[in-house]
């Protein structure tokens, strides 16, 4: 005789198509508010020429930044040893400075959060999940046309 089929307790995977407006915002930054995000390390001193450089690039493709953040990694001494590494391998950034750039998302009435450091396609998904706008880096909106 055959022995019941047990069932499989693997999670399932899903896959999520992403919603048209978050594809739309890659094709162009023209005539959209945007929260710019930068990460940086404690060893990286020029991050704000770095912000304001992303920051002319994306005012060269029409886009307005409202509003900038960044988030630095090894400026406490407990934060030292993990500098090369992100916050969160989901998020890139710390779960309460997601909080933050979602609050500065809303306030501003922001149309994308753009990063200046790339993103996967897992932290971006995440992201644009978490903030409710498309989340991109600024790589992907300076190369599309």
Known sequence: MHQPRRRDRRPVRRVHSKPAQHRAFQLTAEGADVVLVGY????????????????????????????????????????????????????????????????????????????????????QRTLTGMLDRPAVSLSSVLTAN
């Open 40 to 123: 940086f390390s404690a060893k990286q001193k020029d991050f704000e020429t770095l912000m304001a450089s992303a920051a002319r690039k994306l005012a060269a493709r029409g886009a307005r930044v409202v509003v900038q953040i960044v988030q630095r990694r090894g400026v406490s001494a407990g934060g030292a040893r993990k500098m090369g590494l992100p916050y969160s391998s989901r998020t890139l950034l710390s779960y309460g400075k997601v909080r933050e750039v979602a609050q500065a998302c809303d306030r501003a009435n922001a149309d994308a959060a753009i990063f200046v450091s790339s993103l996967t396609e897992r932290q």
